[in-house]
């Protein structure tokens, strides 16, 4: 599973990226940052403060953006690293 996807409880962008990714046929393992204190530090180390975060090999969106669908198309395309 290539695609991360970053989230909390109760949010709702967080649930329209993995409904997108789910819909789009995308797996992904999501890191729970309400959970684990460790997926909150790995989200600041990639330079965001807030979820969601999805990743993909060289791609870091911060959102429900056009540049999710960018990271989409790429995953499509090319699944594996």
């Keep these: 599973m290539n695609v991360i996807v970053y989230s909390t409880n109760d949010c709702i962008e967080c649930e329209m990226v993995k409904k997108v990714l789910t819909e789009e046929g995308i797996p992904f393992m ?46 499509k395309t090319n699944p594996r690293p």
């Design 30 to 75: 999501e890191r729970n940052v309400s959970v684990s204190p460790e997926y909150q530090k790995e989200v600041e180390q990639l330079g965001f403060l807030g979820v969601p975060v999805t990743v993909y090999q060289d791609l870091k969106v911060k959102g429900f953006t056009n540049e999710l669908k960018a990271l989409i198309e790429k995953a």
